[in-house]
């Protein structure tokens, strides 16, 4: 595919968004209105007076009829304002910026973990069929795909934690209330190397195993399958045995031949599994305490802090539509029969 | 009865984009039998499905007998997977939360499935209009991740049995939507699709009677490889209290419930409710996934 028309293809895809993303803001908005009862009225307590929740409504623009809030929630959000949250009193944007660090370390690692493992677990396994990778390749992917994520951190931490006593707790990012007070990169173990503070890189490192391999681990399921049943096809095909007749050494084949080929559905797979990631990612900071996006979510779904609520969602769907554009245009790139 | 002949006699009747395998019996058992992890998957499904039935007949205790004085014990032979907090027997629990998130599950795929094989019907069938809305609806609802969906879904409408339901089963219809659309655009130029518009046959009886039934297959594969992740999301749901609540005994809720006593180091009462959710999922998967096997006339044993 040509540069340019691969640039004109990802600049429709990118307009294509806005369209669907502004139907998942209604949809998202009309969620947090259908609760019955009124928002502030299940937030407040017995003791707010009737005067005091009449201004608490007019603030969040809930004494207007739904399409008007619909409206003057757009006219907010494009001033890069989200509402202002119960909980922690100042606007969610705010909120979902400062836990946007964690939780982004957190899922990375963990994506980076998964395919690390997932690929050569699942190339391994293509290529000796019926070994004792295999074996394990599959057992990995059916056990992965079957454990509940809460219930796996959990085992995890009584035997890391609480029996061996190897691993810091679920205490959060450090173990320790050390933070920042200007974080670089977001990255904890990235700022700790940059400010030279190795002794925080290695508690910032031991609080990151446990999650990241929880997280990691169910991840890693979807994407080692589809590695194994792709690769096993690709090497079977015409192409390949070609590649072989005519010499060239066997890794070349797997890797430039095969593997190439089979990339596009291990990408999809990928974006997929992103998207259980961020979902599996709210379980696990529960778990582990972690001060990201899902413990924020978390909290917010318990005080019925809706501001908040809408806030998360919007911004976990946005990321989610992000990765799959991006899967798209690789694919667009990768592929010179994607027509577009 | 004459209809059904009709049926039979019709062009290419047996002739289908993904040809049906009528299974007799002894050839599903034969299929089974060069499969081992089918049949494990089988045999798990089985096992659930029967404690969901005779549950609370098979149980040792009521499940919702507070003992005190027997709080938060670990295995013993009295009670061989511990008690928990309110000394309420954790095997018997184990095995009556067996129907109720059976319930949930079967209720939410079915649903899912019924409401998502129609839209994708109705899409791949009429096309254009209709084709364009119901799928671009459905691209809405997959912008979200899965379980955030679902997370606000519960959360709006206040946690009890049918959020559950309904938020699971939310998630879940746009898969069947996909591939019931791509099953019917396939399917609707078959020759015997064809020959049965020829024949005389109405358009919705030709969509009821003729090309739904040989879509089947692989939405039967679909929908048990969607009990295991609704199983899942269910626990899910009910472990961070969007879902069904605590004294409930259901699977996701009683591994909250060892949560709270996690620093006590009582791992019984998270232990083995977290196992039943994963040797049921583990049994829908294995299912599932041979299910796929046998009934792909390529992929089964001759």
């Known amino acids: ?340 | 009865m004459a209809v059904e002949e009709r049926n039979l006699i019709a062009p290419g009747a047996g002739l289908t984009a993904a040809p049906p395998v009528v299974g007799r019996f002894s050839d599903f058992v034969y299929q089974l039998r060069g499969n081992p992890a089918t049949f494990a998957g089988l045999f798990i499904v089985v096992v659930i499905v029967l404690s969901a039935l005779l549950g609370p007949v098979l149980a040792r205790y009521d499940p919702y007998a507070v003992d005190l004085g027997q709080s938060a014990v670990g295995p013993s032979l009295a009670h061989p997977f511990g008690t928990d907090q309110y000394g309420e027997d954790i095997l018997t629990r184990v095995v009556v939360a067996a129907r109720l998130d059976l319930f949930m599950v079967l209720s939410a795929v079915g649903a899912s499935m019924l409401i998502g094989v129609a839209l994708g019907a109705l899409a791949g069938f009429f096309g254009r209009f209709f084709d364009e809305g119901i799928m671009r609806s459905q691209d809405v609802l997959q912008a979200f991740p899965r379980f955030v969906f679902a997370m606000a879904v519960a959360w709006a409408l206040g946690p009890g049995i049918v959020t559950v339901i309904v938020a699971t089963a939310a998630i879940n219809i746009p898969g069947y939507a996909r591939l019931m659309r791509s099953l019917m655009l396939s399917v609707k130029e078959t020759q015997f699709a064809l020959a049965a518009v020829a024949v005389g046959n109405s358009r919705w009886r030709l969509l009821w009677r003729h090309l739904l039934p040989n879509c089947l297959t692989p939405i039967i594969v679909l929908s048990t490889l969607q009990c295991g992740f609704t199983i899942l999301e269910a626990a899910g749901l009910s472990f961070i209290g969007l879902g069904v609540r605590v004294p409930q005994a259901e699977w996701g809720v009683m591994i909250a419930m060892g949560l709270q006593d996690f620093l006590q180091g009582h791992w019984w009462i998270y232990t083995f409710p977290g196992l039943a959710i994963a040797f049921a999922v583990l049994g829908f998967n294995l299912l599932g996934d041979g299910l796929q096997d046998i009934l792909d006339p390529k992929r089964r044993r001759v």
């Open chain 1, 1 to 340: 595919m040509g540069s340019t028309r691969l640039l004109l293809y990802a600049a429709r895809r990118i307009l294509l968004i806005v369209p669907v993303l502004l139907v998942a803001l209604f949809l998202t908005f009309a969620l947090t209105r259908i609760v019955p009862g009124n928002p502030v009225d299940r937030v407040a307590g017995p003791y707010i007076s009737l005067e005091r929740r009449a201004e608490l409504k007019h603030i969040a623009y809930l004494d207007r009829p739904f399409y008007e809030q619909f409206a003057l929630y757009l006219r907010d959000l494009s001033q890069g304002k989200m509402g202002t949250s119960y909980t922690t009193a100042q606007d969610v944007s705010k909120d979902l910026r400062q836990r946007f660090p964690a939780t982004f370390e957190l899922v990375t690692y963990a994506m980076l973990f998964a395919v690390a493992v997932a690929l050569p677990l699942g190339i391994s396994a293509a290529i000796k069929k019926d070994s004792w990778i295999d074996s394990i390749a599959r057992a990995v992917s059916v056990l992965g795909v079957s454990m509940p994520i809460f219930w796996l951190g959990l085992m995890l931490l009584y035997v890391f934690f609480y029996f061996l006593g190897w691993l810091p707790g679920p205490v959060g990012r450090t173990g320790s209330a050390i933070r920042f007070a200007e974080p670089i990169t977001g990255f904890l173990t990235i700022d700790a190397l940059l400010k030279g503070d190795f002794d925080l890189f290695l508690k910032a490192v031991q609080a990151l195993i446990l999650p990241c391999f929880t997280l990691g681990f169910v991840a890693m399921a979807p994407i080692a399958r589809m590695t194994r049943a792709v690769m096993a096809e690709a090497l079977q095909s015409d192409y390949v045995r070609t590649a072989r007749s005519l010499g060239l050494p066997f890794r070349v084949v797997v890797l430039r031949h095969a593997l190439k080929n089979a990339l596009i559905p291990i990408l999809t797979i990928t974006a997929a599994v992103y998207g259980y990631a961020l979902g599996g990612e709210v379980l696990v900071e529960i778990i582990f305490a972690w001060p990201g996006l899902g413990q924020y979510s978390y909290n917010a779904l318990l005080s019925s802090d809706f501001p908040a609520i809408q806030g998360f969602v919007l911004l976990v769907t946005f990321v989610y539509m992000v990765i799959y554009l991006a899967l798209d245009i690789a694919t667009a790139a990768l592929d010179p029969r994607v027509k577009y």
